[in-house]
Nanobody, 117 residues
Framework: QLVESGGGLVQPGGSLRVSCAASGFTLGNYAIGWFRQAPGTEREEVSCISNSGSSTNYADSVKGRFTGSRDNAKNTVALQMNNLKPEDTAVYYC????????????WGRGTQVSVSS
């Protein structure tokens, strides 16, 4: 099971940190992707961090503003989001799979991130 936390309401230009905690399995065995979906839009993968944390990739829409990290000893993954824009408003999900780019096996229920003045 994956559980997201840390969402909320922030003004444009602000920052939020969303986290993903795992229970029932070892997070370090999985690459973790962060996805988001706004109403009426398709789900978008914004970032994926490898099992070890040695590599992270980002969608062009968030590159330079979002930073992924993980602490396998604590079974947690985080996404630091800076310089947030209204278009970042969405429900953010974490998902685990064998490798970035492959189908995800575990999904969280999501946390709402809203960017508005």
């Amino acid at each position: 099971q994956l559980v997201e936390s840390g969402g909320g309401l922030v003004q444009p230009g602000g920052s939020l940190r969303v986290s993903c905690a795992a229970s029932g399995f070892t997070l370090g065995n999985y690459a973790i992707g962060w996805f988001r979906q706004a109403p009426g839009t398709e789900r978008e993968e914004v970032s994926c961090i490898s099992n070890s944390g040695s590599s992270t990739n980002y969608a062009d829409s968030v590159k330079g503003r979002f930073t992924g990290s993980r602490d396998n000893a604590k079974n947690t993954v985080a996404l630091q989001m800076n310089n947030l824009k209204p278009e970042d408003t969405a429900v953010y999900y974490c998902a685990g799979g064998p490798r970035c780019g492959l189908r995800k096996k575990y999904w969280g229920r999501g946390t709402q991130v809203s960017v508005s003045s």
